[in-house]
Nanobody, 123 residues
Framework: QVQLVESGGGLVQAGGSLRLSCAAS????????MGWFRQAPGKEREFVSA????????SITNSVKGRFTISRDNAKNTVHLQMNSLKPEDTAVYYC????????????????WGQGTQVTVSS
């Protein structure tokens, strides 16, 4: 089992930045792909970004490309999502997830999920 805890969410004005973190504990000896998803009110959960265990492979959804960056620190069992130039449409609960498979935008491949952290971007 792997436990994931997100942090770093909050309220920010449009154009601002936030850095989300996800701390993993438990069976962190396995080489997990880590992903970020988000869910806005009334909408389905959507993929944001993912990173392989080595960090050599990443993927990111087009709507945040050039603004968001995913990274990881395996020594600290953490993954980060740096979010710049935030827009009101980025408002959502952001979830961290872990998968034993290669990076994917499909939520079904992720085995473990955090509780989420709220990001609110005001206009």
């Amino acid at each position: 089992q792997v436990q994931l805890v997100e942090s770093g969410g909050g309220l920010v004005q449009a154009g601002g930045s936030l850095r989300l973190s996800c701390a993993a504990s438990g069976r962190t000896d396995s080489r997990y792909t880590m992903g970020w998803f988000r869910q806005a009110p009334g909408k389905e959960r959507e993929f944001v970004s993912a990173i392989s265990w080595s960090g050599g492979s990443t993927s990111i959804t087009n709507s945040v490309k050039g603004r968001f960056t995913i990274s990881r620190d395996n020594a600290k069992n953490t993954v980060h999502l740096q979010m710049n130039s935030l827009k009101p449409e980025d408002t959502a609960v952001y979830y961290c997830a872990a998968s034993s498979r290669a990076p994917s935008s499909s939520s079904w491949v992720y085995d473990y999920w955090g509780q989420g952290t709220q990001v609110t971007v005001s206009s």
